[in-house]
Structures are given as structure tokens and as C-alpha cells.
């Protein structure tokens, strides 16, 4: 009766058992150690040199040479968990998403459109406070810090989050006391502000101190009725719920003490790919079930990673599953060396219109851009106009900004052979987008 992929159960099979133990450094660690989420931070690998001899024997010496190149290269810093090295299929790391995500290879980087920045939504644009970004009326941004568990090729933050590297020198936000003060009192000062996203970096990375103290402060507003904690933790250290009571329960207190008051707590994560859900990601997130801490998804859309139909609605009805809801689905921020990584916004939009219907309309995501220039986000259907030749798509945001039109460019090498050659041309840029202004505002 229905389509076969609709029936398909497979988002239920979990992967399970000491999977961690094919990686030859691990062959010996069992599921106590594994479990504990200061081995996991501790055994991180954070430099090149060390992943390098974690895979000596894994893959081959091509591989490596690809990577040590690949590294050179990029914007991001190194952090990969055990955990996540683990989920990584060696015996074919090209293809893997997960290795997509997090290691870079050289062979495969392509050179960045001409309308990249490194901050491409111009979130230092909008910060009345160093990180702290006010670009909707009723809710703001703050970046508590800019550490992560794990650092992301494509991260949007590349120029806060980690530490310097090869090729970018980064701006700081570090836990620092007066810096959040001054967030604070910006917030407090702001009426009409309802709503707090605390990011960073990541949530995972503020001691249990840190994160009620954050929490406690900002339920002391009269008028804030949300927060939302971002974590990308769930998805690449999910142990850390099952083994650090502490911080569990901060994030608990401070939940519980919003309810108490009306304000609504919850957890915003990222996970990008169905093989990132596993059983010990489900017995961590059955522990903030429990008790009663809502869990949403914001994935981050990437080609070869999750932009397949079946994949994406793979992950969507995996995270339904062990009680995640899927949120956002992004489109890929125009961010410095990860071309690679990019899809078209026709192509996003088909990937909505093929996952839209599989399960409940509360657990499918909005497919959003996240406009750059700081137009905030939008829905990928929304264009105002879009010219699938030079892959410029326009924009209006009028709660953001009630006039302005905003771009988004789709990466020139999945472009017609016609748009490639217009954009190889640097005196044609400006005529492209004026063209596309002008298809608006007639
Ligand atoms: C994403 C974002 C928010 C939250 O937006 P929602 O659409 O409500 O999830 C707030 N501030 C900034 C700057 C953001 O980028
Ligand atoms: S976890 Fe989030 S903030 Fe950290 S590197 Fe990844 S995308 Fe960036």
C-alpha cells in the first residue's frame, strides 16, 4: 500500500556491541572505559601527527598523505572523540560521512566561490556584546564560549571556534566572567528579548557550574520564557550523559527551576547522519527522556554526507525514534574551504519535498538558509527568485531587515557549464547579482 522506503524499518537497528575495538588503539578498552566521558575527552585526538599514527595500518599511505595535505590546508582546528573514530568505516574513509565531517583530505577540496567570508552571517555584525548576536527582535544568540567536543570542517563559527591554525587566526570567546556579564545585562536591559540560545562552541564544554550559573542568571530575567542549551555533544560523546552525573544534573536543575517559573529548558543538537545514532546514543538520550528534557535536532545539510533522500529521511526517522525531533535542516553556510561540502538550493529543496510525508509533520524539519549578510533564516522555498544558471538565489527577511535582499550562491561546480563560465570571469560578478536584483525589484 505504501512506498517500500516508508515501510522500511531499518531506523531501528542500532548499532551495538564493542564496535570501538576494530580500531586497533582500542582493541583492548572495554565498555566501562569507553563509557566514561573523561577517557573520551582525554583520548580525543587533536593533532594531525596523532591521527596519523591512530590509523598507521587502518588505511593506506595514499590516505594519509591525502589527509596530512588536507590538513594544511584547512580552517578548523582537530578534535575527534574515539567514539566517532570508531563510527568511521577505514576500510572505505573517502566515502564514510562521518570522516567528511570532521577530517579534511586534499585531494577533494575545491576552491572557495567568490562570494565567501569567513563569517558569513555577519554575526560579529550583529553583537552589541562579543558574543552575544542580536539579529531577531525577540531572541539572541550567546556564545558562552569557543571550545567543542569535536570541531567540524564546515563550521559556520570557523572564526571563533578552536584555535588558531594553519590558515585562519581566530577571534576569542573564552569563559570569561565580565564577558558574560556584559551579555547579561545587555538582555536584562532589552524588554522585548524572550528567548536565549546558548551555543559556542558547545554547552558540553561548560562545567556543571558554569552551565547552572549561566542558566540561573538568565531564568532571573523576568521576561525570558526560553532557553535553549546547543550541544553537539549527544551526537559524537553521548556517553558523557550516562557517566558525568554532574552535569547531567545542572542541566536537570536548571530545566526543573524554568518549569517552576513558566520557562521552557531544552537542548538544541546536531546530528548530521544516521550512522551517528547509536545504541549507546540511545540509552544516553533515554536518561534526558526520563526526565523530561526535550531534545531538538539542527542538522547541517552536506553533499555526500546527508543530502541523499533515503539518508536524510533515514536520519529523520532515527532520531524520531530514540526521541530527538528534527528541527532545522541547514543549508550550508558559505564558509571558507568547504566547497566540497556544499549543495545547490534546488537540490535542498527536492531533498524537502522527498523527506516531507515520511512521519509526523511535528518530527520534519523546516529546510532553512541561513541567510549571508545576516538576513537570519529562511525557509529554502521562500526565494524571492532563483536562476538555476548562476545558482544565485534572493531573499527578503522583512522581521529581520524590512527592505534588504539577500544571496545565496549555489557552489559554482555543480553549476551549468554557461554559469561556471560567468562566474570564472571576475568582471562578471557584479552583473550576476545586479541581475538577480534586478529579476526582484522590477
Ligand atoms: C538561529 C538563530 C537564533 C534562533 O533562531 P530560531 O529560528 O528560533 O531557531 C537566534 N539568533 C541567531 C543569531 C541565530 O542565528
Ligand atoms: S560542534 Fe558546532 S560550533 Fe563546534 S565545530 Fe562543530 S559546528 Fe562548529
Redesign the pocket.
Known amino acids: 500500500m505504501f512506498p517500500k522506503h516508508t515501510v522500511d524499518l531499518s531506523h531501528r537497528e542500532l548499532r551495538a556491541g564493542p564496535f570501538w575495538q576494530a580500531i586497533p588503539a582500542f582493541a583492548d578498552v572495554d565498555e566501562a572505559t569507553f563509557l566514561d566521558h573523561r577517557w573520551q575527552a582525554k583520548q580525543s585526538i587533536t593533532k594531525p601527527r596523532q591521527l596519523i599514527d591512530t590509523l598507521q595500518g587502518l588505511v593506506t599511505p595514499e590516505f594519509l598523505a591525502d589527509v596530512t595535505d588536507g590538513f594544511m590546508r584547512a580552517p ?1 582546528s582537530l578534535r575527534v572523540s574515539p567514539y566517532l573514530l570508531s563510527l568511521i568505516d577505514w576500510r572505505d574513509p573517502m566515502g564514510d560521512p562521518l570522516r567528511r565531517q570532521f577530517i579534511p583530505v586534499g585531494s577533494t577540496l575545491l576552491p572557495d566561490h567568490p562570494m565567501l567570508t569567513l563569517d558569513s552571517l555577519a554575526e560579529q555584525a550583529d553583537a552589541p556584546v562579543p558574543g552575544l548576536t542580536h539579529r531577531y527582535p525577540d531572541k539572541a544568540l550567546f556564545l558562552a564560549l569557543d571550545t ?5 570542517r ?5 572564526y571563533a ?2 584555535v588558531d591554525t594553519e590558515a585562519v587566526e581566530k577571534i576569542q570567546l573564552r569563559v570569561d566572567r565580565d564577558r558574560w556579564e556584559r551579555a547579561f545585562a545587555h538582555i536584562r536591559a532589552t524588554p522585548y528579548l524572550e528567548d536565549i540560545v546558548i ?4 554547552s558540553y564544554q561548560l562545567k556543571a557550574n558554569q552551565l547552572t550559573e549561566i542558566g540561573d542568571a538568565l531564568l532571573s530575567i523576568p521576561h525570558i520564557r526560553r532557553l535553549r542549551f ?3 555533544g549527544p551526537a ?1 560523546m553521548p556517553m558523557k550523559l550516562l557517566t558525568d552525573l554532574e552535569w547531567v544534573e545542572a542541566l536537570t536543575g536548571v530545566v526543573e527551576r524554568g518549569r517552576r517559573r513558566g520557562v521552557s529548558v531544552v537542548l538544541h543538537t ?1 546530528f548530521n547522519h544516521p550512522n551517528e545514532v547509536t545504541e549507546i546514543t540511545a540509552r544516553a538520550l533515554d536518561v534526558l527522556f526520563q526526565r523530561g528534557i526535550t531534545v531538538r535536532n539542527q542538522a ?1 545539510l552536506q553533499r555526500g554526507v546527508n543530502d541523499g533522500h533515503d539518508t536524510m529521511r533515514l536520519l529523520l526517522r532515527r532520531l524520531a525514534w530514540v526521541n530527538v525531533q528534527p528541527y532545522y535542516v541547514y543549508q550550508h553556510d558559505l564558509v571558507k574551504g568547504v566547497e566540497d561540502l556544499r549543495t545547490a538550493i534546488g537540490a535542498t529543496a527536492e531533498l524537502e519535498k522527498a523527506v516531507r510525508g515520511v512521519t509526523a509533520g511535528f518530527l520534519t524539519p523546516t529546510f532553512v538558509v541561513d541567510l549571508p549578510g545576516g538576513g537570519g533564516k529562511r525557509d529554502v522555498h521562500s526565494f524571492e527568485h532563483y536562476d538555476r544558471t548562476t545558482g544565485v538565489a534572493v531573499y527578503r527577511s522583512p522581521n529581520v531587515q524590512k527592505t534588504e535582499l539577500y544571496f545565496y550562491c549555489d557552489p559554482i561546480h555543480l553549476l551549468p557549464p554557461e554559469g561556471r563560465a560567468r562566474w570564472a570571469i571576475p568582471s562578471e560578478r557584479e552583473g550576476i547579482l545586479a541581475e538577480a536584483r534586478r529579476a526582484v525589484v522590477r
Open positions: 578548523m567543542c567536543p569535536v570541531y567540524c564546515f563550521c559556520t563559527r570557523s571556534v578552536g551555543s559556542g562552541g558547545d546547543a550541544t553537539k559524537v546536531h547541517v
